[in-house]
């Protein structure tokens, strides 16, 4: 329903092409959208499955530069930024999520980048360069993608070098002395090499200003830089050598923990937490404040096309990082509660892919290896010092798969799926933890474990003719298992969780309406989750969690996306998300207590609202304006009980997160001549434009840490104005 440049997958478009297939939308036609869902390149309308496309010019357009972008523009998809982190993302999709961003935790959503795992939530917000499109896949995709895409998967596909001269650049401000540039060249082709290279920087204050004498002078600021070379070895035909490298660095402040609830006065006797209502744009602390980032990626792929018989696909990739933050929890100016996270972490991986086809047969098989290890040492300190913790933990992961599937066409209207996938995890964990003098886990305290899982998909396709078709689909993934790094005890830290699983149902519809000037997708679902991990924030020791498989939960709702061009001026886009989410059990001390208890992200409704209009074609160039509108229900944050019994725990009324919308607007005039080879656009944004006072995430410390609960608010309303040059 998103356009996109209407070539063969294969093909790189040059700026005419670019150019000609622009021309094409304005004359009203709705472009059909090319993904790799399946592995192969395939019309949005023809995969079965729940997904969201959104290309080049709707990613510029709308100011999606991240991952943390993407809260709401796809049905029963949610976004929010740890607490206190601007690189570090929670991602829920159909109610299923990972809260904690810590290394030792797995990501319920798989994200790609040109199909290359991106193994942690720590360091998942980065901005890339020339983004082609993204693609958001719902429901279990553990067939084809493997582990923790037990809620879906995310594809960041970057452009391929063109092998023609050309390229862009942008130049943005705003309030806030805000600046951003990116550059993007293609460069001439040098005999069979082509080659591209992109370069992104942004600097912006921090809109949260601290008092004379503060530890930093500023919160929530942004400073990120980020790079890419893309390079294609044409060897002919049938062979094609890719490379890929990126790399993204942030040195920043964190973001303000603004205290809205205390009783640490009155509890612990300890004066000067200040508690606030409301967004606050001045603070007073005294710790250390600040996130940076150093990410490396890289990835080669060797194609080679055997004739009729496939395609074969090597990809090799590794990616490092170097994270580190540190946060003053209380937002006082008063030692009570600092924390830092200094982390490192890298992984490697080799995947095999045949893709073919015989006759009515379409069929995708390979092998997929993956490694990874990481250390955080997590210092903290409580009580103006008079508790510090010296808390460290290392992990690793060996994984490997196989998998297959296959299409099988019984005519021109039914198309039957089925497909497999084993994998095999060994996992290990390395503990230090000491408190002042005492050791509470000594040093060499380590576990490992081995874990396996099969997760099958079968599905079944029918095409009602041209413009519509159904689909069933079942499929299953998980998320794995592991141990707890942040364990309080060595008996804690050496007892492993396992990993957690679903079996989903789903049924859809795709269909092109009015001639095609119109296209709806429908899907209903239901999620049967098992041996749910689950984190109980205990505010004992160095602020941990046990974790255990606690039981089950089942998540069921609609989906639905609908974009239509009535004129050749107007574009209109509209999608909803309806998701009922409850646990059916969950075991707390031998007790079954599901039915008082939280589930966590997962609003109720989700709206995506978005219209373009061409209003006016000049001399100059053409005119238009975007309004972009995006809702998220009420969620909670935390599996707290909902009806308090037991007043020594936490009660999830106290992080629930009201439901908000969210208003971006803006003005462009487009086409611009820049000479003959050249066109420029120049744009008035606005994001947030109601300026909504809103809490995205909070803490919630309970009643055994003197009910200290933090909040951290959305950006305020932020606008400016681009200029971009396209040659």
């Known amino acids: 329903m998103h356009e996109k440049y209407d070539y063969p997958y294969s093909a790189v478009p040059t700026l005419a092409q670019a150019q000609a297939a622009a021309a094409r939308a304005d004359e009203g036609q709705v472009q059909q959208v090319e993904i790799t869902a399946q592995r192969r390149p395939e019309k949005l309308r023809d995969v079965p499955i729940a997904a969201t496309a959104i290309s080049e010019r709707e990613l510029e357009a709308r100011g999606i530069a991240n991952v943390a972008d993407l809260a709401a523009i796809a049905p029963n998809v949610q976004v929010s930024q740890t607490p206190g982190n601007s690189t570090a993302a929670q991602i829920s999709i159909r109610g299923s999520v990972t809260t904690n961003p810590a290394l030792f935790w797995e990501p319920t959503v798989g994200m790609y980048v040109d199909g290359v795992y991106v193994g942690k939530m720590q360091g998942s917000v980065f901005d890339l360069v020339d983004l082609e499109r993204v693609e958001v896949l719902r429901g279990p995709q553990g067939t084809l993608y493997g582990r923790n895409t037990l809620a879906g998967a995310i594809n960041l596909v970057t452009r391929k070098p063109s092998g023609e001269f050309g ?40 809109w949260v200003k601290t008092t004379p004498g503060s530890s930093v002078g500023e919160l929530n600021d942004r400073d990120t830089r980020g790079g890419r070379v893309a390079l294609n070895l044409d060897l002919g035909r049938n062979l094609q050598v890719d490379y890929r490298y990126d790399e993204s660095r942030a040195d920043q402040n964190s973001r303000f923990s603004q205290v809205v609830r205390s009783t640490v006065q009155g509890d612990f006797g300890f004066p000067g937490i200040v508690v606030s209502k409301g967004r606050q744009t001045t603070a007073s602390i005294d710790g250390p404040s600040f996130e940076t980032l150093d990410l490396k990626g890289h990835s080669l792929a060797v194609e080679w096309k055997l004739g009729e018989a496939g395609t074969l696909k090597y990809t090799w990739a590794k990616r490092d990082m170097a994270w580190r933050d540190a946060l003053d929890l209380d937002g006082s100016p008063v030692l009570f509660a600092h924390t830092q996270r200094l982390s490192d972490y890298g992984q490697r991986s080799h995947e095999l892919q045949f893709v073919g086809g015989v006759g009515a047969v379409s069929y995708v098989a390979g092998l997929f290896t993956f490694k990874d290890d990481g250390f955080t040492d997590n210092p903290q300190r409580f009580f103006g010092g008079a508790v510090a913790f010296d808390s460290r933990y290392g992990f690793t992961t060996k994984a490997d798969s196989a998998f297959g599937q296959a299409d099988l066409k019984l005519g021109p209207a039914l198309t039957l799926t089925a497909g497999v996938r084993h994998t095999r995890e060994r996992k290990s964990v390395d503990r230090f933890l000491a408190a002042g003098p005492a050791v509470l886990i000594p040093a060499g305290t380590a576990a490992s474990t081995r874990f396996s899982s099969t997760t099958p998909l079968a599905s079944v396709g029918y095409k009602l003719g041209a413009d519509h078709s159904v689909y069933l689909r079942y499929s299953e993934g998980f998320k794995s298992g592991g141990f707890n790094g942040e364990a309080q005890s060595v008996i804690e830290t050496t007892t492993p969780f396992r990993p957690e699983k679903v079996k989903a149902i789903e049924l859809g519809s795709k269909s092109a309406l009015a001639g095609g000037r119109a296209t709806l997708n429908v899907a209903v679902f239901r999620n049967k989750i098992t041996d749910l991990q689950q984190a109980v924030f205990t505010a004992e020791g160095s602020a941990a969690s046990n974790i255990r498989n606690v039981g089950k939960a089942m998540t069921q709702g609609l989906e639905v996306e609908f974009g239509a061009r009535p004129t050749a001026d107007l574009r209109l886009q509209a999608s909803y998300g309806y998701l009922d989410a409850k646990f059916d059990e969950l075991i707390e001390l031998g007790v079954n207590v599901a039915g008082n208890r939280a589930v966590v992200h997962a609003p109720r409704h989700t709206l995506n609202l978005m219209g373009e209009w061409t209003f006016a074609r000049t001399a100059l160039g053409t005119w238009r304006a975007l309004a972009d509108y995006a809702y998220t229900g009420a969620h909670y944050l935390y599996p707290y009980q909902l009806t308090v019994t037991d007043p020594t725990s936490q009660a999830a009324a106290n992080t629930r997160i009201a439901g908000a919308g969210f ?35 909070m803490i919630d410390f309970g009643p055994g840490f003197g009910n200290l609960t933090q909040a951290y608010y959305a950006d305020p309303r932020t606008f400016g104005i681009s200029f971009s040059a396209r040659w």
Do not use: C, F, Q
């Open 663 to 697: 208003i971006n607007l803006r003005l462009s005039l487009g086409g611009i001549s820049l000479g003959t080879a050249a066109t420029g656009e120049a744009a008035l944004w606005v994001r947030n434009a109601g300026d909504k006072k809103h809490v995205n995430n």
């Open 167 to 206: 390229g862009s650049a942008t130049l943005e401000a705003g309030n806030y002395s805000a600046a951003m540039g990116k550059v993007s060249l293609d460069l001439p082709k040098l005999g069979p090499l082509s080659a591209a290279v992109g370069l992104r920087t942004e600097k912006r204050d921090g």
